[in-house]
């Protein structure tokens, strides 16, 4: 498991990526102990952190179910940057892991 973590602003919460030795699976983790995302086979979680619940935020603010293509790679990577200040590497996920775009098994 790789780990990186963003030190950006000392004053906001840290994120760290972990990326899975097979490489089928991606989890972003906030400094105060929350899990904000995750990139696997079966789908995309984007989550809030426990604190923003804790105030009133939904915990699911994207989150796919079924089998991931590489257009959703791009989203959760692009999502990563723009929420957490994260770049994940595109080679973080094994694309052997896609699905066809138009899979019957996707749904939303």
């Not at 400094?31 to 995309?44: A, P, Y």
């Not at 979680?45 to 105030?55: G, R």
Request: glycine fraction near 6%; hydrophobic fraction near 35%.
């Amino acid at each position: 498991m790789r780990q990186i973590r963003n030190v950006s602003s000392p004053d906001l919460l840290e994120y760290e990526f972990q990326i899975s030795l097979s490489r089928d699976a991606v989890w972003v983790h906030a400094s105060d102990g929350s899990t904000v995302g995750r990139f696997g086979k079966m789908g995309i979680d984007i989550h809030s952190t426990v604190a923003e619940q804790m105030n009133g935020a939904s915990q699911c603010d994207l989150c796919t179910h079924g089998r991931v293509t590489s257009e959703d790679w791009a989203t959760f990577r692009k999502e990563a940057l723009a929420r957490w200040g994260i770049e994940i590497p595109d080679d973080a996920f094994d694309p052997r892991f896609f699905s066809a775009p138009n899979s019957p098994l996707r749904s939303f």
